[in-house]
């Protein structure tokens, strides 16, 4: 459980340690000047955030090289796993 205090503003960052769990968010509330009672706690909304990183290595690329010497061409087929 994360809890943020005193927040004036609308909008909360949170560490996220597992970039590709799924997290369950929920807000309750409160008058900022300490009186009444907590809300109740909102459904939770849950979300998945992606790992955005680059990958360590790229795909495995294979070629192969077909030509035609007398018509100067040359084709190749590129080959990925």
């Known amino acids: 459980m994360y ?7 609308k909008s909360v960052s949170l ?3 597992d970039l590709c ?3 369950a968010v929920q807000v309750r509330c409160k008058r900022l000047d300490g009186l009444g009672y907590w ?3 909102s459904n939770p909304a849950y979300t998945v955030v992606m790992d955005i990183k ?10 192969i090289i077909n030509g035609d010497t007398m018509k100067k061409e040359k084709n190749v087929t590129l ?3």
């Open 3 to 9: 809890e943020v205090y005193d927040a004036k503003s």
């Open 15 to 17: 560490p996220v340690p």
């Open 54 to 63: 680059v990958p360590m290595r790229g795909p495995e690329f294979w070629r």
């Open 39 to 41: 809300s109740n706690w």
């Open 21 to 23: 769990a799924v997290y």
């Open 79 to 81: 080959l990925w796993k």
